[in-house]
């Protein structure tokens, strides 16, 4: 009997955990909490702009949770036999299954912190209830990235992985599902006076090298080339020794510290690290590279603060308050992958869900110092073995999701694979990619081809695809079937395919981006985040994930409180790194963080300051002119602008201070002399330019499908499109036209029609009643010629089909006159034509009149 208990007690906590881990996700609202330096106050306030449905989980059901031995409770994840008593609570059987079970294996904490280990043993395997009781003063369930566990490992302690950053992220990960099973995840942000700065002279990095040639790269470019340069055997990033000494300036900015030579990355890498030290003293070799920093930062010059302006304290990032990343629905997640390492040749799946599926570099991609990956040529592609949890979830639930924050590049590239999970350009189980302004949703199943077609597609018209920052999802479910999201929203493409299921999978295939697993479908762009899912993803859940954004986002507390007459009072902006050479400062509010009534203060003109000066772009907030009262000050802050401003980085997110002026604050006010805007020049005079012009490649790829009803995916069409694709016009000019891109248009017209003719469906719609099988002398009649040539001249010339006509278009008789030409010479056999001259004549005509000037001009 008491077995028999214990089992039902066991198989209780699993249920409970199960309807808990499924209960939906939490509001991407971040509530601000403002406290003095000791004593909370219970003020809070929502700081996303767009309220979402809270309490709505995803519509796919629970998590999958580990498999458990109803004996010991012991989880599947570390080998470790747990042989303790039972779980007392249901909070502890949580904590066991999401922390302990994880962290248990002795190449992870085990081996020091287990049972008669170090101290503190919150992975002893003998008694559960004691390791959950050593365990809560580590672990913040309210925001787990402050939690002691997390922020030891990340600091480099006992790291099972080469990046300390991914062990942390996993630890967190942890601890963000244990704290969403049992309700206590808050995200919830403490307001807290920052250390102060004052904004002082400082110096900066000029545009030009100038003395960095003399001082620091010859360093560089002697010891560091034979890797970190564009034409070293093994290219490493960053391209420190380039032969380009502008490539090698810009890369090694970043690894300065103006302030402290010696702090240097470039010094630390050789004092603390031994890398690659050139005489066999490091110690040495530092003092050498930290010396020629000191040299070139010696002739920098020295911006001084403009003493008019009205300033506020100042901050660098570091300073800020971390704005919780909570929100996201992630309880069917199985990779993730965040780009924070930025550096390395491992790209971390810090999911949690093992078999980690760590995605390894090749080729041409470069870390984002804002977390991300640029891909240029070149790819990260998992092993095939770590890959395979992808097949074995997701056809276990028959349904998943693609998840991603990308910046394209360009819209002009074709048939380019953002992530995929495949074999090769022929076989695949699912690939997210681009053609032009659209998103292509390959997915294989029991109704679509092993390469995952047809295809499923944002609209043409729409342009939905853009070279910009965007939030693309992809799902599939067998009742919905495959889905495209972009920005938080459902682009209403429905699938023109029956769902099907996922019994065609292979398990054979590998994750992987930017390319295809044969590297010939590369994408050019930077990819931010990636996040895979057993689940379809609601549309609930897809605009959460949005909202929450991507990167790491600060609260940058600017000290007024001199201007404004009160102890602690703050302009708060929301601050994080947009990309390597920018920040984006959003969403300014007032904040009071003593207990003195609010007064009304006048506010007009907020610039942002950088290293000592202001910005020279980026001054949105320049036009504010509001006041702060005491009305307006709501749930302990008042909001200033819901705008945001990107400002340049100059020194890296480590070394760049900030602060605010303002033209008016209070009773301060900074005069400002705005500068005589210079006289209008003369406008240029120019030769007229034509009204008419030519489509250039993409443009008459497109109009060539168009008439002829041929997929541009068409196998034969796309091998020569891609053949002739540089040989095709780039420009509109009609000046610029060349007899070899009339060439190459032939060619494609020839493939289109070609393609037409031999496939029976489409030339029977597009020639109805023009018999293919009859020898030419008789096929061409008029009876036939008029078959062929009627259907070419209603989708080549305007109102042949419709009535309607263009004021300026070739005159169809004419076109009919040279077409019948055409005809009689390529049928003058002497009436011994063979059965094939029929259709080959056809190819003829269509290409000749589909391929002509009056396709290319308009």
């Known amino acids: 009997m008491a077995a028999i208990k214990s089992h039902l007690n066991t198989i209780a906590n699993y249920l409970s955990h199960w309807a808990g881990s499924g209960a939906g996700y939490r509001s991407p609202h971040n509530a601000i909490k403002r406290e003095k330096r000791c004593t909370p106050l219970k003020v809070t306030a929502l700081l996303v702009g767009a309220t979402l449905l809270a309490g709505c989980g995803s519509d796919s059901g629970a998590p999958t949770t580990p498999n458990v031995n109803p004996d010991t409770g012991s989880g599947g994840n570390t080998g470790i036999e747990y042989?303790?008593?039972?779980?007392?609570?249901?909070?502890?059987?949580?904590?066991?299954?999401?922390?302990?079970?994880?962290?248990?294996?002795?190449?992870?904490?085990?081996?020091?912190?287990?049972?008669?280990?170090?101290?503190?043993?919150?992975?002893?395997?003998?008694?559960?209830?004691?390791?959950?009781?050593?365990?809560?003063?580590?672990?913040?369930?309210?925001?787990?990235?402050?939690?002691?566990?997390?922020?030891?490992?990340?600091?480099?302690?006992?790291?099972?992985?080469?990046?300390?950053?991914?062990?942390?992220?996993?630890?967190?990960?942890?601890?963000?599902?244990?704290?969403?099973?049992?309700?206590?995840?808050?995200?919830?942000?403490?307001?807290?006076?920052?250390?102060?700065?004052?904004?002082?002279?400082?110096?900066?990095?000029?545009?030009?090298?100038?003395?960095?040639?003399?001082?620091?790269?010859?360093?560089?470019?002697?010891?560091?080339?034979?890797?970190?340069?564009?034409?070293?055997?093994?290219?490493?990033?960053?391209?420190?020794?380039?032969?380009?000494?502008?490539?090698?300036?810009?890369?090694?900015?970043?690894?300065?510290?103006?302030?402290?030579?010696?702090?240097?990355?470039?010094?630390?890498?050789?004092?603390?690290?031994?890398?690659?030290?050139?005489?066999?003293?490091?110690?040495?070799?530092?003092?050498?590279?930290?010396?020629?920093?000191?040299?070139?930062?010696?002739?920098?010059?020295?911006?001084?603060?403009?003493?008019?302006?009205?300033?506020?304290?100042?901050?660098?990032?570091?300073?800020?308050?971390?704005?919780?990343?909570?929100?996201?629905?992630?309880?069917?997640?199985?990779?993730?992958?965040?780009?924070k390492a930025g550096d390395g040749s491992i790209a971390y799946d810090t999911s949690g869900v093992e078999p980690a599926a760590d995605l390894t570099l090749s080729g041409d991609v470069e870390w984002m110092s804002s977390w991300g990956l640029r891909l240029t040529d070149g790819k990260a592609q998992a092993a095939t073995a770590t890959s395979r949890k992808l097949f074995d979830l997701i056809t276990a639930t028959g349904e998943y999701s693609i998840e991603t924050w990308v910046i394209p590049d360009n819209v002009t590239q074709e048939e380019a694979h953002i992530v995929s999970y495949s074999g090769s350009t022929q076989v695949r189980n699912f690939t997210l990619g681009q053609t032009l302004y659209n998103y292509d949703f390959f997915h294989r199943s029991s109704t679509t081809d092993g390469n995952g077609m047809p295809a499923h597609s944002t609209a043409d018209a729409d342009e939905r695809l853009q070279a910009s920052l965007q939030h693309a999802v992809i799902t599939f479910d067998p009742v919905n079937g495959r889905r495209i999201y972009v920005n938080g929203e459902f682009t209403g493409d429905m699938d023109a395919t029956e769902p099907g299921n996922l019994n065609e999978w292979d398990s054979s295939y590998a994750l992987v981006v930017g390319n295809e697993v044969s590297s010939d479908r590369q994408w050019l762009g930077s990819?931010?985040?990636?996040?895979?899912?057993?689940?379809?993803?609601?549309?609930?859940?897809?605009?959460?994930?949005?909202?929450?954004?991507?990167?790491?986002?600060?609260?940058?507390?600017?000290?007024?409180?001199?201007?404004?007459?009160?102890?602690?009072?703050?302009?708060?902006?929301?601050?994080?790194?947009?990309?390597?050479?920018?920040y984006l400062f959003s969403d300014p509010f007032f904040a009071s963080l003593g207990d003195e009534a609010i007064p009304t203060v006048a506010l007009e003109g907020i610039r942002i300051g950088i290293n000592g000066r202001e910005a020279i772009v980026g001054q949105v907030f320049a036009a504010l002119d509001t006041e702060i009262t005491a009305a307006a000050y709501v749930d302990g802050k008042q909001d200033l602008s819901r705008q945001g401003a990107v400002i340049g980085l100059e020194q890296g997110a480590e070394l760049d201070t900030f602060f605010l002026t303002f033209d008016r604050l209070g009773e301060h006010e900074s005069v400002r002399v705005e500068a005589e805007p210079p006289a209008a020049q003369p406008p240029a005079d120019i030769a007229d330019q034509p009204s008419i012009g030519i489509k250039t490649f993409a443009a008459i790829n497109q109009s060539l499908s168009a008439m002829t009803g041929v997929s541009h995916n068409t196998e034969a069409v796309l091998a020569t499109y891609q053949k002739v694709e540089q040989q095709l016009p780039v420009a509109s000019q009609l000046d610029g036209f060349l007899a070899a891109q009339q060439m190459g248009i032939t060619q494609l017209a020839v493939s289109y029609c070609s393609a037409l003719v031999d496939d029976t469906s489409l030339r029977a719609a597009f020639f109805p009643g023009f018999n293919f099988s009859a020898q030419a002398a008789s096929a061409f009649d008029s009876s036939g010629r008029n078959q062929v040539i009627e259907p070419l001249l209603g989708a080549l010339v305007a109102g042949e089909i419709t009535g309607s006509t263009l004021a300026n278009q070739p005159d169809p008789d004419t076109i009919r006159a040279e077409l019948n030409g055409l005809i009689d010479t390529m049928t003058a056999c002497g009436g011994s034509c063979d059965n094939a001259r029929t259709a080959t004549t056809v190819k003829a005509t269509c290409a000749a009149a589909l391929g002509s000037a009056i396709m290319l001009v308009h």
């Open 83 to 339: 042989d303790g008593p039972p779980p007392q609570t249901d909070d502890i059987q949580l904590f066991k299954l999401n922390v302990w079970d994880n962290l248990a294996a002795p190449e992870r904490c085990g081996e020091c912190h287990g049972a008669g280990g170090q101290q503190p043993s919150f992975v002893r395997n003998d008694d559960i209830n004691e390791a959950y009781r050593i365990a809560e003063p580590l672990i913040d369930l309210g925001t787990p990235q402050l939690s002691t566990l997390v922020s030891k490992v990340g600091g480099g302690h006992n790291c099972w992985l080469d990046s300390a950053t991914a062990c942390a992220d996993i630890i967190e990960g942890y601890i963000t599902s244990w704290a969403s099973s049992v309700g206590t995840l808050t995200n919830e942000i403490v307001l807290l006076p920052p250390e102060e700065r004052e904004v002082a002279d400082s110096k900066n990095f000029t545009s030009d090298p100038g003395a960095f040639s003399t001082t620091v790269y010859p360093l560089l470019s002697q010891y560091c080339s034979a890797c970190h340069a564009e034409s070293a055997p093994l290219q490493q990033q960053p391209y420190l020794g380039s032969a380009d000494i502008q490539v090698a300036y810009e890369a090694a900015r970043s690894r300065i510290r103006l302030d402290s030579p010696a702090d240097s990355r470039l010094v630390q890498r050789l004092a603390l690290e031994s890398h690659n030290c050139w005489s066999g003293n490091c110690t040495s070799d530092a003092n050498t590279m930290s010396q020629a920093i000191t040299d070139f930062i010696a002739t920098l010059p020295v911006t001084e603060v403009d003493p008019n302006l009205v300033i506020s304290k100042a901050l660098q990032l570091g300073d800020g308050i971390i704005a919780s990343s909570g929100g996201r629905v992630e309880s069917d997640l199985i990779a993730k992958y965040e780009f």
């Open 527 to 582: 990819l931010r985040f990636l996040a895979i899912h057993n689940r379809a993803l609601s549309p609930e859940a897809v605009a959460a994930n949005y909202a929450v954004g991507v990167g790491q986002k600060y609260f940058l507390l600017f000290n007024v409180s001199e201007q404004v007459g009160l102890s602690q009072a703050y302009v708060v902006f929301q601050v994080q790194q947009f990309d390597d050479y920018s």
